[in-house]
């Protein structure tokens, strides 16, 4: 089954909870964690994530972009995340791996992101260890960008890597995912796809999160 998980980076943050319920009928509750220093903007932190946490009991993928996330994954599972995923580009290979060490040891999930110029290679040394691989389709930082169809045979590759290395890892895609690009992601091989504004833009949200199931 094709899981979303709509990007509350989208949503209305003076009535954040009214959202967050208003896509009840999706998968995961996407939750982007920016610093202004990996990416040119700055988003939300930790007490956000804790209020999140206190008022749904949704699937919490959080994406850190930020820089050397290994100082700050065991806060975010502390706060309530369920999924924790972190950029390769964003530390040195050896923390990468401390900070998958550090999510699971506190019983949460983990997973990395790759942007659109990092080759699918890059996953290699993780694979084995994450819950999920993100494959940004846009330049991280901002919601609203268009769709980089030129990611699909990059998720093609990993997905293959997947299904050789570790079969039960998860695929997810972010950025630009709407009605007429999601059968593509869909058919590159993600089985999880973030969406933002195409969610809380459409007049019908659960009828959108289903259309995007493909």
């Known amino acids: 089954m094709i899981k979303i998980a709509p990007s509350i980076l989208s949503a209305d943050f003076a009535n954040l909870e009214r959202d967050i319920h208003r896509i009840s009928t999706a998968d995961y509750v996407h939750v982007d964690v920016m610093d202004g220093v990996f990416v040119p903007n700055i988003s939300i932190g930790l007490p956000v994530l804790q209020s999140i946490r206190k008022v749904t009991d949704m699937f919490l993928d959080v994406h850190l972009m930020i820089v050397e996330p290994v100082r700050y994954v065991e806060r975010f599972c502390d706060a309530g995340a369920d999924l924790v995923t972190v950029h390769v580009e964003s530390d040195t290979p050896e923390n990468i791996h401390a900070a998958i060490d550090k999510i699971h040891a506190k019983g949460k ?6 942007k659109p110029a990092t080759p699918a290679e890059a996953v ?6 994450v819950e999920l691989i993100l494959v940004m389709t846009v330049e991280p930082g901002f919601g609203g960008q268009k769709f980089m169809a030129d990611m699909m045979p990059k998720v093609t590759a990993i997905r293959k890597l997947i299904d050789e290395k570790n079969p ?4 997810e895609v972010d950025g630009g995912v709407a009605p007429d690009t999601c059968k593509t992601c869909i058919d590159a091989g993600a089985n999880v796809l973030v969406a933002g504004s195409a969610v809380y833009k459409a007049p ?5 999160i ?3 199931r493909g």
């Open 168 to 171: 039960a890892c998860e695929l």
């Open 210 to 212: 289903a259309e995007l």
């Open 204 to 208: 019908d949200i659960p009828a959108r």
């Open 109 to 114: 999930k983990a997973g990395i992101v790759l």
């Open 124 to 129: 290699l040394s993780y694979l084995e260890k």
